[in-house]
């Protein structure tokens, strides 16, 4: 059985040395990094990052994989050979590992780097590099103070290459959500100060009926609504902090219940996750790092792979 075991061990080794786009692997104690095919760098639809270091049990064994586009971690993938350009099945891998707490630490960055090299490749020469996707209301006052402009500005989010991770490989998820929060702050600084316009009548005068039936409220509700980025409730749960004075805003509980439907006896599992993840990963994670979540934890569950879309701002 040991001898079996340490067979498709090193066939899953020689399988992703063989496929993947980016390869981070240990030797001599230290993890290196290298592009090993350019093809697949340059593919639209699939790729692989792959990390390969020891176990308590083996010298080598594949420790993580992220799929790029269409591939799937551990899933099978078309290899494309560099000589010629065709293209060659490589079957699934058998065997799963989790790297260590300090192999994360020490690798975290070059999955990151790997990322962003896969997504600046593939989208440089795109002609279109963000997609409007909401319209956020901003005001404009006048020099006197008298007159106040109401408008509203297109919210532009950054296209990109989009990536698969095990749902089991936490410390990568983990990182992810925060580093989409970074991404976002400032839709959620506009979200919140757009919010505190809206309910400036109602902190100044106060109201005399349910606050979900006021006219502001209702607006804020609809435009909530209507936010695909903001369906998610986690995210809805990130907003509130975006408020102006936080928690201590003078109207937060009404907002969070009524505008973002919080629950206050629960914490949504991708807040959890995030504020698990391991310190400082502003050092792990490059700024030019751009990512949005695609599917929720709930479908990634189903799936086994959470996917996010990443791009690399330069």
Request: hydrophobic share 40%.
């Amino acid at each position: 059985m040991a001898r079996g075991l340490a067979a498709t061990v090193a066939a899953d080794v020689a399988k992703v040395r063989k496929a993947a786009t980016v390869l981070i692997e240990e030797d001599g104690g230290q993890f290196g990094y290298q592009v090993t095919n350019e093809a697949n760098m340059l593919s639209p639809q699939s790729g692989l990052i792959t990390v390969i270091g020891p176990t308590p049990d083996f010298d080598k064994a594949v420790l993580a994989e992220v799929g790029i586009g269409h591939t799937r971690p551990y899933g099978e993938m078309e290899h494309i050979r560099l000589e010629n350009g065709s293209k060659v099945s490589v079957e699934r891998r058998q065997t799963r590992f989790q790297m260590s707490v300090d192999q994360y630490l020490e690798v975290a960055a070059l999955i990151f780097i790997g990322m962003g090299q896969v997504a600046y490749e593939r989208t440089k020469k795109w002609r279109f590099t963000t997609w409007t996707n909401e319209k956020m209301p901003h005001t404009r006052s006048s020099k006197s103070g008298r007159k106040t402009v109401r408008y509203n500005k297109d919210y532009e989010m950054i296209k990109g290459i989009r990536f698969s991770v095990s749902i089991g490989f936490a410390p990568l998820i983990a990182d992810l959500f925060w580093a989409e929060k970074r991404s976002f702050r400032d839709y959620y600084v506009g979200l919140g100060k757009m919010i505190d316009m809206r309910l400036a009548p109602y902190r100044r005068n106060g109201y005399h009926r349910l606050f979900n039936t006021l006219l502001g409220a209702k607006d804020l509700i609809d435009i909530v609504e209507s936010r695909d980025f903001l369906k998610p409730a986690y995210r809805r749960f990130e907003a509130l902090e975006f408020l102006p004075k936080g928690d201590q805003h003078p109207l937060y509980y009404e907002v969070a219940k009524d505008v973002f439907g919080h629950d206050f006896f629960k914490v949504p599992e991708e807040i959890q996750i995030m504020k698990s993840s391991l310190p400082d990963p502003e050092e792990r994670i490059p700024r030019e790092i751009y990512c949005r979540g695609i599917n929720t934890l709930a479908e990634a569950k189903e799936k086994g792979h959470m996917v996010f879309e990443v791009s690399w701002r330069s």
